[in-house]
């Protein structure tokens, strides 16, 4: 079965910075992409960042460029953000998400999350 | 960068009727289009690939088609269970992974 576990989140003041952590199982990590897609508060999804198998691609959304990395480790199945030069509009419910690599799958998310919550305010 | 409009942004309906939620994409996305069910407090889930294809576990009730550039997710027979909000996604031209707004179907 596949899992997806994110850790990490909760309040931050703006400015600083947070890094969250997503747990992976039941399924060959470094086979997929990976993602981190967030969804402010009542709000619609709005796709963060992508990795590719091995990490060598990285793809971020203009809302995120330059102040957001994504990272993984594939020995460990786990995917990683690192959130710096937070925001107040960077608060949101962010979801660790696997994308389809093959077929019609290819380029949808097919599994995510239970999502972790980040607020940003002083 | 490709945009999807959704409509409407929310409707009402009772169990057993039958609703279409649309999404509009800028440019032809060739079929590329998924649909997510998310229920209330839960994440995203995938229900419809390709347009129309839909994924493993998914009721028949739900069914995608399109039209030239218009897609739509159509279910039929509501359930309770059916009460959630609805986005679709392209998975054709990327980055960026764009979405639509969102519908939020309530059962009356």
């Known amino acids: 079965e596949v899992q997806l576990v994110e850790s990490g989140g909760g309040l931050v003041q703006p400015g600083r910075s947070m890094k969250l952590s997503c747990a992976a199982s039941g399924f060959t990590f470094s086979d997929y992409y990976m993602a981190w897609v967030r969804q402010a508060p009542k709000k619609g999804l709005e796709w963060v960042a992508s990795i590719s198998y091995e990490g060598s691609s990285t793809y971020y959304g203009d809302s995120v460029k330059g102040r957001f990395t994504i990272s993984r480790d594939n020995a460990k199945s786990t995917l990683y953000l690192q959130m710096n030069s937070l925001r107040s509009e960077d608060t949101a419910t962010y979801y660790c998400a696997r994308q389809g690599n093959y077929g019609g799958y290819r380029g949808t998310f097919d599994y995510w999350g239970q999502g972790v919550m980040v607020t940003v305010s002083s | 960068d490709i945009q999807m409009t959704q409509s409407p942004a929310s409707l009402s309906a009772s169990l057993g009727e039958t609703v279409t939620i649309e999404c509009l994409a800028s440019e032809d996305i060739y079929s590329n289009l998924a649909w997510y069910q998310q229920k209330p407090g839960k994440s995203p889930q995938l229900l419809i690939y390709?347009?129309?294809s839909l994924q493993d576990g998914v009721p028949s009730r739900f069914s995608g088609s399109e039209s030239g550039t218009q897609y739509s997710l159509e279910i039929n027979s509501l359930q309770s269970e059916d009460a959630a909000t609805y986005f679709c996604q392209q998975h054709h031209d990327y980055p960026p992974w764009t979405f639509g707004g969102g519908t939020k179907l309530e059962l009356k």
């Open positions: 390709d347009a129309s």
